[in-house]
């Protein structure tokens, strides 16, 4: 006669020969592994989200009676909210001169098609980072903050000055245009 | 069953896959510069601007001198023959114009012309008005207007000045020794004349 097993039969078999090795380990001493658990944090910089339309617009430049640079120009600031960098970081600004760009032949004598000012960007560093569109070299132009940071940046512009002296006056054209960059980048 | 791919349609798989993981590790890169463009824009609009005349010493001859914007004959006529009287007098204005423009310069009469309107025609061997001329010198161009005094009429000249000019606009007006509408020397009759001088610096 056949023996027949039924799968509950042989449940019943293996059940008490799985159980040895678990008593048998209960047995010794404790015994601990470790895992390391790794990742890693890459230096980033973010410049931010803009406040407005980002864009420094100063109505008419001159007097309209006397053809001059108004004495009373000025913008609001703009503010890069939310900048960030994971590191040491270096601010850098840099600007260009507001130029004719209608008008591009050289100016006659006293006229200028070149307004001239000083940008600034502050709330990063210790020192605002400041750039001079008449100067040669702009030493302050770059900062640089030593520990990771996030939070506004605000830029400014401000000192205005007809390119060539005070005493000529510009060329007529619709649009004059220079442009303020500001650059976060990871530090060496 | 699975139909296996063309050759052709693995190679176009393959190609995307290789997209894919270009395009993956390059916005897994940290940015480690962040830049922003900040336009900084402004305009000149156009102007022109002619400031009040100021007289001349230099060739001032039979010029009292000017009342306000009116400039004063001392003389006019040559109290024995009653012919007109020669007067030139040189106006500067210091002006400005940020644009290329025109200028252009207007006679009112055409000569000057007696402002009493009790003198109303000519008169057989008199003057009725006093031609004159009008020299401009600006931007390096100059115009002359002939006020002839022929018709009582606006008169003009003009030129155009190819790019900004600013510095001395100079006019110079000269009447002639015995300067007539009529004959030469004709006495000229009784009475005040004027004329306007109008100076324009405007677009072309």
């Not at chain 2, 600006?138 to 190819?162: E, M």
Request: aromatic content about 6%; some cysteine; glycine content about 10%.
């Amino acid at each position: 006669m056949r023996t027949s097993v039924t799968p509950l039969g042989l449940a019943a078999l293996i059940l008490p020969l799985a159980l040895l090795p678990a008593i048998a380990r209960a047995q010794t001493a404790t015994s601990t592994k470790d895992f390391a658990v790794i990742g890693t944090v890459p230096a980033m910089c973010a410049g931010g989200t803009l406040s407005g339309d980002g864009t420094f617009d100063l109505g008419v430049l001159t007097d309209t009676t006397t053809g001059l640079l108004r004495t009373d120009l000025a913008a609001p600031d703009k503010v890069l909210v939310g900048s960030f960098c994971s590191t040491r970081s270096t601010l850098n600004l840099a600007a260009t001169p507001m130029t004719a760009q209608g008008f591009t032949a050289t100016a006659p004598g006293g006229f200028s098609r070149t307004v001239n000012y000083t940008a600034t960007a502050s709330g990063w560093t210790t020192t605002a980072a400041s750039f001079d569109t008449a100067a040669s070299a702009n030493t302050a132009a770059t900062q640089i903050r030593g520990t990771a940071f996030t939070g506004d940046i605000v830029v400014g512009i401000g000192n205005f000055a007809t390119g060539g002296g005070q005493a000529l006056r510009l060329v007529a054209d619709p649009n004059y245009r220079g442009l303020v960059t500001v650059t976060l980048s990871v530090a060496d | 069953m699975g139909q296996a791919p063309s050759p052709r349609s693995t190679i176009a798989a393959l190609a995307a896959l290789g997209m894919a993981t270009s395009a993956a590790a390059q916005s897994a890169a940290p940015a480690t510069t962040a830049s922003r463009d900040l336009p900084v824009t402004g305009s000149a609009p156009q102007v022109c601007a002619l400031q009040d005349g100021q007289i001349q010493p230099g060739g001032l001859i039979n010029i009292a001198g000017t009342s306000g914007a009116s400039l004063q004959i001392e003389q006019f006529v040559d109290p024995q023959t009653l012919a007109a009287r020669a007067a030139s007098a040189t106006v500067d204005f210091t002006a400005v114009c940020n644009f290329p423009h025109t200028m252009r310069i207007e006679s009112q009469g055409n000569g000057l012309w007696p402002t009493d309107g009790r003198i109303s025609g000519p008169l057989q061997g008199f003057a009725y008005a006093v031609p004159y001329t009008a020299v401009v010198n600006w931007g390096g161009s100059n115009a002359t207007l002939t006020a002839d005094g022929k018709v009582r009429q606006i008169v003009q000249q003009s030129f155009a000045i190819d790019q900004p000019a600013q510095g001395t606009l100079s006019l110079r007006v000269e009447i002639a020794e015995g300067a007539s509408n009529v004959e030469n020397r004709a006495p000229v009759m009784a009475g005040a004349y004027a004329d306007t001088l109008r100076i324009f610096l405007e677009p072309r």
